[in-house]
C-alpha cells in the first residue's frame, strides 16, 4: 500500500495504490491524519483508482476520516472507485454519507445511462 498525500490550500488529496488491508489501514490512517491534524482541511478527496484490494479495514479508514472531518467542520470524497470496490462501499452504506467525486466524463456517462434507462422503460 502507497499513500501520497497532497495540500493545496484547505484541500487535502490522499492518493491510494495497492491493498487497503489489516497490515496497510494504519499507515494509511497515519499518512492522511499527519495532514489531517495540521488543521484547516475543508476536503479531504481520497482517489481509490489504483487500490487493487479493500476490505473492512479499508472501510474503517474511511469512516474515521469522515468522522475526523465532520468534527472540524470539513467534508470527504471519494474519487475514481473501482467497481470492485465501488459495491463493497455501496453495500457498506458508505455513499449516505460521503460524496463521490466524479470527472465529467464519468458524469456524461451516468446521464446518458439514465437516459437510455428511461427511454427502455418509456416504451
Known sequence: MNVAVERKGSC????????????????VR???????????????????????????SGLGVIFGRYNKLLAQGGSLKLKRVPKRIERIL??????????????KTERMRTDVSVDNFRSKCNE
Open 90 to 103: 455501496r453495500m457498506a452504506g458508505v455513499y449516505t454519507l460521503v460524496d463521490r467525486k466524479e470527472s
Open 12 to 27: 487535502v488529496m490522499a492518493k491510494l495504490s495497492g491493498e487497503i488491508d489489516h497490515h496497510a489501514a494504519k499507515s
Open 30 to 56: 497515519e499518512a492522511i491524519d499527519s495532514e489531517l491534524d495540521r488543521g484547516n482541511v475543508c476536503e479531504l478527496v481520497l482517489d481509490f483508482a489504483d487500490v487493487s484490494f479493500m476490505d473492512s
